[in-house]
């Protein structure tokens, strides 16, 4: 069996239950790290509606959440669930912003130190290219 990722009629993503719950519960876990509503709907049947206009804000508030941390450990944690995000808005035939505008500025809260100093800064390159691998992997 599997769910529905859509905006009205137009199905975004259709990938078994267990992937599914999975994304849906990344991105509850990862929305207290922009503190913006998601606009991912509650599983019904089987599926979740997608405001489109809300997710969008939320997957490019973690674009560029990721993109001004140079903290690896947080990259590690949120770089799937934006990717993942990224293929949905653009299927729907949205953009995400922070991925073709300059790079933010350094966030300070989220900054790891090491000998060699601070770590880089999100790569939207990364993003981007981890995206276009998952896109090619999420049947609709």
């Known amino acids: ?25 990344h991105i509850d876990a990862v929305a207290s790290a922009v ?11 089987d599926e979740y509606e997608i405001d489109l206009a809300t997710f969008t804000t939320f997957i490019d508030a973690l674009a560029r959440r990721y993109l001004s941390s140079a903290h690896p450990v947080l990259h590690a944690l949120m770089e799937d669930v934006t990717a993942l995000g990224v293929v949905l808005v653009e299927r ?5 912003p922070a991925l073709s505008e300059p790079s933010p500025a350094i966030e300070m809260r989220d900054i790891s130190v090491s000998a060699a100093g601070p770590g880089p800064v999100g790569e939207p390159t990364r993003l981007r290219a981890l995206a276009d691998q998952l896109a090619r992997a999420m049947p609709r």
């Open 1 to 25: 069996m599997s769910q529905y990722f859509q905006v009205g009629d137009l199905v975004l993503w259709n990938p078994s239950i267990g992937v599914a719950r999975l994304f849906a519960r």
């Open 35 to 45: 503190d913006l509503p998601t606009g991912l709907g509650s599983e019904t049947a």
């Open 92 to 96: 729907a035939g949205g953009a995400v």
